[in-house]
């Protein structure tokens, strides 16, 4: 369902800069902790004469301690735009190599960054432990990383899960970066007032370090009500059973958060749900709403159609919100072609909005 379709052209601000040459990206060796991938899906083939290339680096997070790892899809042809993916809760950028792949097919360029404590980003015994201040900071580095090499592209930004949260925090701090921005799997907030007392509760008892089984208990409560016959942790995700065993037989996505690591996930969700939010997303930037009509975490629709209203309250120039067949994770979901068919389709739309935008105007 399109809920609103307004092109706010004039309000598209002009990212400055001219194209510089297409040479490689310097890639660090990996994080800490890496391991070999498994494959996550089957790679849908768009076209078998275009080559896509994977590169991975590493970045210094904002925090000045941790190295992040983060990964880049390039086509051999000329990029038509450049999306930076966010992941969501426990999971990692290479996760979505089967959506990387399909996008890359289809002439983008696509980036993503192992959040700190999750994936490739951390080791071990790190893995699951964060600080919520610095991770906008380190979405806008990789920003500027990818931006040295495609400075006039368009360029969007994709959360999932957890990273809708992460990517509506981002965008009205850094209200000039994305030209368009695609929020996926939004979650309820109604207990984030609860969530956030208890976490900081445990934090006080036993320290910010804890990891408590009984707390991801508490916040995962109510996922699998509606799949119990499907006897896995993680049938609220995607319906791909295929996927999900993907997930949890890999140790870099099945691990706990620490009671600092929640409550840090906790405050950036009833940030972004308090009523000062909508009104500070840029106008003239163009969003879409992207959900699974049997996610949970989503209320069937209910959070996603929240936020939506409060955006279409706050006058977005252009607003969607799209249903689809699935659960949480659309992208890795068994209806994944259309959401991606549809999701390009937008893509495109708004690309062309903004080159448009970018024509230089006849001083006579």
């Not at 800069?17 to 083939?45: F, M, Q, S, V, W």
């Not at 995700?237 to 691990?255: I, Q, S």
């Not at 405050?267 to 992207?290: F, Q, T």
């Not at 689809?324 to 390009?344: K, P």
């Amino acid at each position: 369902m399109t809920v609103r379709r307004i092109y706010g052209i004039m309000d598209i601000l002009l990212i400055c800069g001219k194209p510089i040459a297409e040479d490689a990206l310097t890639c660090l060796p990996g994080a800490p902790g890496h391991r070999p991938a498994p494959e996550y899906g089957k790679e849908i083939l768009m076209d078998d004469n275009i080559n896509i290339k994977k590169t991975t680096g590493t970045y210094l997070s904002a925090d000045k301690k941790n190295n992040l790892f983060y990964c880049v899809m390039t086509p051999d042809t000329p990029p038509m735009g450049v999306i930076q993916l966010i992941h969501g809760e426990a999971g990692m950028t290479e996760c979505y190599d089967v959506f990387a792949r399909s996008f890359a097919r289809r002439g983008f360029v696509v980036c993503g960054a192992d959040l700190p404590g999750h994936g490739n980003s951390a080791d071990d015994e790190d893995r699951g432990s964060f600080d919520g201040a610095y991770l906008t900071a380190d979405i806008e580095e990789l920003r500027l990383i990818m931006r040295r090499r495609y400075r006039s592209l368009p360029y969007f930004l994709l959360g999932q899960g957890v990273g809708s949260f992460i990517a509506m925090s981002y965008i009205v701090q850094y209200r000039d970066a994305a030209d368009g921005v695609i929020l996926s799997g939004i979650g309820s907030v109604d207990r984030i007032k609860s969530d956030i007392f208890v976490s900081g509760l445990l934090m006080k008892l036993r320290g910010k370090d804890y990891r408590s089984r009984w707390l991801k208990n508490r916040t995962e409560k109510g996922r699998n009500d509606r799949f119990r016959d499907e006897k896995s942790a993680l049938s609220w995700l995607t319906g791909d059973a295929e996927m999900r065993r993907v997930y949890e037989d890999d140790p870099r996505c099945n691990f706990i958060y620490t009671a600092g690591a929640y409550n840090e996930m906790f405050k950036i969700m009833r940030d972004v749900s308090a009523e000062d939010w909508a009104p500070s997303v840029p106008k003239g930037l163009p969003v879409l709403i992207a959900a699974g009509r049997d996610d949970t975490l989503g209320g069937y629709g209910s959070a996603p159609q929240q936020v939506c209203d409060r955006l279409q309250d706050a006058e977005i120039f252009e607003l969607s919100l799209k249903f689809y067949n699935g659960r949480n994770d659309i992208l890795n979901d068994t209806d994944r072609e259309t959401v991606y068919a549809e999701l390009y389709e937008w893509l495109t739309d708004v690309r062309e909005g903004v080159l448009a935008c970018r024509v230089p105007t006849p001083l006579f």
